[in-house]
């Protein structure tokens, strides 16, 4: 009979091992899910800087566009006007 506490030691040996080995799975899936989940939020997070850099850059180029031509259309007055070129 010792050869079939063996085996039985064996079969046991191996059952424990594969739950230990599901158990890590699942530690290790659970994990994968929140840093998904984290991702996920920063990706978020990134977009929504994204879209209020855009908001603002289209905000900036709202006043600064006008003003530029402002500034050409006055250097050009100033040249006509005093006939430098």
Known sequence: MSRDDEI?????DL???QREAL????EQLEL?????ERMRRIADE??????SA???AKHVGRIVLPLIIL???????????????
């Open 54 to 56: 855009i908001d603002r």
């Open 8 to 12: 039985v030691q064996l079969l046991t």
């Open 46 to 51: 990134s977009v929504a800087l994204q879209r």
């Open 32 to 36: 994968a899910r929140v840093e998904a």
């Open 23 to 26: 158990t890590r799975q699942r």
């Open 15 to 17: 059952r424990d091992g």
């Open 71 to 85: 500034l050409i259309a006055l250097v050009v007055w100033l040249i006509v006007k005093y006939r430098i070129l």
